[in-house]
């Protein structure tokens, strides 16, 4: 009688916790790193053509202007509307995302991740590693 009575409390607990095992699994496999100037040369490269690979360029738009990494979409670190843009993006598709010397896109990739973002590496050195090393910009 008592095993019974155990079954049936241990069941629905069993069940329940399996549904509440499985709340947000987006975290569980997010990816938000810092990679090298080779690693962003690498992603961009495998990534050609791909809809769902987007590169972001955190800068103001003087500094856009001034050159960018073909393709880059620019989203101004410094605007008031900052945070909305990007939580307007598709958080299942995969972002590079870089600035002048790493430190904005250093903090866009802690707001990225905390927006719930599956997907975003940020380029350590910034475009002024990339044009250092001579690297193709748009201007």
């Known amino acids: 009688m008592m095993?019974?009575?155990?079954?049936?409390?241990?069941v629905p607990l069993a069940l329940l916790n399996g549904c509440f095992g499985q709340?947000?699994?987006?975290l569980d496999t997010q990816i938000?790193?810092?990679?090298?100037l080779e690693e962003a040369y690498?992603?961009?490269a495998d990534n050609l053509g791909n809809p769902n690979f987007v590169i972001i360029d955190v800068r103001t738009?003087?500094?856009y202007a001034s050159g960018y990494i073909e393709k880059?979409?620019?989203l101004d670190y410094y605007s008031e509307t900052f945070a909305d843009e990007l939580d307007k993006l598709d958080k299942d598709k995969a972002y590079l995302i870089y600035c002048r010397s790493a430190n904005r896109s250093g903090k866009a990739l802690d707001?990225?991740?905390e927006l719930g973002f599956a997907e975003v590496y940020n380029m350590l050195?910034?475009?002024?590693?990339?044009?250092a090393v001579g690297w193709p910009t748009v201007k």
Do not use: H, K, Q, Y
């Open 23 to 26: 709340e947000d699994t987006n």
């Open 42 to 44: 690498a992603l961009i």
């Open 3 to 10: 095993r019974v009575l155990l079954g049936f409390l241990i």
């Open 111 to 113: 707001m990225m991740a």
């Open 72 to 74: 880059a979409i620019n």
């Open 125 to 131: 050195g910034g475009m002024v590693r990339w044009e």
């Open 61 to 63: 738009p003087e500094e």
């Open 32 to 36: 938000i790193e810092d990679v090298t």
